[in-house]
């Protein structure tokens, strides 16, 4: 059974070419030995093409939008102006806290 599956038979192919009976088959063999009635099963639909199957059809056409200018793009402050101030504040706040913690390491750090 699984040879013939993996030479490329579907799951009905392959059952009737192996044991004579198709997934149907084996359905109604495995109810009678449990000893159930058989089921109606309705006949196989005809099958179809995929390419009778409708798609989606795109409506509209792709529209070219601008992209906005980056933030890099942007102007740079000039030193004059109030928000060039916070930036050069924040360095002389930070500046001497950082010197002070790296004379500490160099001092702790054994030789």
Same mark, same amino acid.
């Given at each position: 059974?699984?040879?013939?599956?993996?030479?490329?038979?579907?799951?009905?192919? #392959?059952? =009737?070419?192996?044991?004579?009976?198709?997934?149907?088959?084996?359905? =109604? $063999?495995?109810?009678? /030995?449990?000893?159930? #009635? +058989?089921?109606?099963? +309705? *006949?196989?639909?005809?099958?179809?093409?995929? #390419?009778?199957? +409708?798609?989606?059809?795109? =409506?509209?056409?792709?529209? !070219?939008?601008?992209?906005?200018?980056? #933030? $890099?793009?942007?102007?740079? +402050? !000039?030193?004059? /102006?109030?928000?060039?101030?916070? *930036? $050069?504040?924040?360095?002389?706040?930070?500046?001497?806290? $950082?010197?002070?913690?790296?004379? =500490?390491?160099?001092?702790?750090?054994?030789?």
């Amino acid at each position: 059974m699984l040879l013939t599956l993996a030479a490329g038979n579907t799951y009905d192919e #392959a059952l =009737q070419e192996v044991y004579g009976f198709n997934v149907d088959g084996l359905e =109604q $063999a495995w109810r009678a /030995s449990l000893g159930l #009635a +058989p089921r109606d099963i +309705p *006949p196989t639909p005809t099958p179809f093409s995929a #390419a009778l199957v +409708p798609t989606i059809v795109p =409506q509209g056409a792709p529209v !070219s939008v601008p992209t906005p200018p980056s #933030a $890099a793009a942007t102007a740079v +402050p !000039s030193p004059d /102006s109030p928000g060039a101030v916070l *930036p $050069a504040l924040c360095n002389l706040l930070v500046l001497p806290p $950082a010197l002070v913690a790296l004379f =500490q390491w160099r001092k702790r750090r054994p030789s």
